[in-house]
């Protein structure tokens, strides 16, 4: 279908983007990529008056290094965070879900900000901050806040931000010592994931100090997997030691069935794909 008419603009400042929000109310809409907007115009789910392209915006594209953190701009497009050296460098495992998000074209349209304020359940970039305690950046009329990784997942296609606000940027800290490794289970090639999982650990003396564990499309928001990061700490790298833990894995979650699987099968996959990340995390 073709989408309903709508009016656009191409703002060249933050400021103006916000001031062209807000001017828009309920009636604008915010477009990035256009990977997941487009498809919902041209269906006609959201028939919004004014399109605002962050496109021609330079200060949201690009990363930087921020001392403490590597630091993500919003409009930064999945093809160029996977051939970033700040990314690679610090945080890998970005890099290892990006590789599998999609295909090559949707890789150089859609944005590393527009799919997480999408916030599609089985979008592959949230656990993966969940799993670096990413930081997200929002500016909006009231100023800049700052949310938490833990905080910005609300509920399916919802997220921290309020109307009038927009995602700037994603400060992911650097974290020297600590491995992370994403796993990602599909049936087919760039097919979104079944479930996937984002482990990083801290590895001392063959002892796993700390662990944060992240799972994709086992609720309506990305997860934290708190019981098996705590049945980690204190225990050896081994494989009999993650397994163990690992077997927690989908405790308090709420997985979806569909045709790629019911919920017992996510719920299973979920426990092999944690043991499988976390012990690729302590190798890294
Ligand atoms: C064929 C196909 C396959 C895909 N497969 C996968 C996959 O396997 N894994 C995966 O994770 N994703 C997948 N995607 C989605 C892809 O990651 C998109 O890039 C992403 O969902 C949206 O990013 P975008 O920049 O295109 O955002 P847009 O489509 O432009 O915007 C999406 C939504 O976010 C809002 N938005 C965008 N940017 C901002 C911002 N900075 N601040 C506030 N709101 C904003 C928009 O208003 C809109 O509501 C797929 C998409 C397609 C088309």
Redesign the pocket.
């Given at each position: 279908m073709i989408p309903a008419q709508f009016d656009y603009v191409a703002p060249a400042t933050l400021e103006e983007a916000l001031t062209a929000l807000a001017d828009g109310g309920d009636d604008a809409?915010?477009?990035?990529?256009?990977?997941?907007?487009?498809?919902?115009l041209r269906m006609r789910l959201n028939a919004p008056e004014m399109v605002i392209d962050?496109g021609k915006i330079e200060s949201?594209r690009g990363v930087r290094d921020d001392g403490e953190s590597i630091v993500i701009g919003?409009?930064t497009?999945?093809a160029e965070v996977l051939t970033n050296p700040l990314v690679r460098e610090n945080a890998f495992v970005i890099i290892k879900?990006a590789e599998?998000?999609?295909?090559p074209q949707?890789?150089h349209?859609?944005?590393f900000?527009?799919?997480l304020?999408?916030a599609?359940p089985?979008?592959?970039?949230g656990a993966p901050c969940l799993a670096l305690d990413a930081e997200f950046v929002i500016a909006g009329p009231a100023g800049t806040r700052t949310v938490a990784a833990d905080d910005f997942f609300v509920d399916l296609f919802t997220t921290a931000?309020d109307e009038g606000?927009?995602?700037?940027e994603v400060r992911i800290p650097k974290r020297p010592g600590w491995g992370a490794h994403y796993e990602k289970f599909v049936r087919v090639a760039?097919?979104?994931?079944i479930v996937a999982v984002a482990a990083a650990v801290k590895v001392d003396g063959g002892t796993i100090s700390e662990a944060r564990v992240g799972l994709t499309n086992m609720g309506s928001t990305p997860l934290r997997a708190r019981s098996v990061e705590a049945a980690l700490v204190g225990k050896p790298a081994t494989d009999e030691a993650v397994r163990a833990a690992a077997a927690s894995a989908a405790d308090g979650t709420n997985p979806p069935s569909d045709l790629n699987g019911d919920a017992d099968y996510r719920r299973h996959l979920a426990t092999v794909l944690t043991r499988r990340a976390v012990l690729a995390a302590a190798g890294s």
């Open positions: 809409k915010i477009i990035a990529g256009g990977q997941s907007l487009l498809p919902v962050l949201l919003a409009t497009t999945h879900a599998q998000l999609a295909d949707v890789r349209r859609g944005t900000g527009g799919a304020a999408h599609d089985a979008g592959d970039l931000l606000e927009i995602l700037t760039h097919q979104w994931p």
